[in-house]
């Protein structure tokens, strides 16, 4: 068998003896102009579509500067399916004021 075939045999081979179809001549067209005017959208025509439901996990941390010492409880509400995430960007927001951070629970709500 022959390993080296031209470009032409691959696509015969692939998609048989089809014959491509030759470009046709190109006549220039010539712009269609409509018959009325589209009127601008105002602003106050346009809604707001409501908010879709999303689902949101609520996550509870245990928060402290001190160690073993005095603790509060915050709660963290993240926009996501995944536990993960929402752990990860709570513990991330606790960060910002608190050098403990402690993860208690993460709910659906």
């Not at 001190?66 to 509060?72: D, I, Q």
Request: zero cysteines; charged letters at 30%; hydrophobic letters at 40%.
């Amino acid at each position: 068998m022959n390993k080296e075939l031209t470009e032409e045999e691959m696509r015969q081979a692939l998609f048989g003896y089809a014959e491509i179809a030759a470009p046709t001549s190109t006549v220039p067209v010539e712009e269609i102009q409509p018959d009325f005017v589209a009127a601008p959208v105002s602003k106050v025509a346009k809604k707001k579509a409501p908010k879709a439901f999303t689902s949101r996990l609520r996550v509870t941390l245990r928060v402290s500067n001190e160690f073993e010492g005095r603790t509060l409880e915050i709660v963290h509400e993240a926009d996501t399916l995944s536990t993960l995430l929402a752990e990860q960007e709570a513990t991330k927001a606790a960060r910002k004021k608190f050098r403990y951070v402690e993860v208690v629970s993460v709910k659906s709500i």
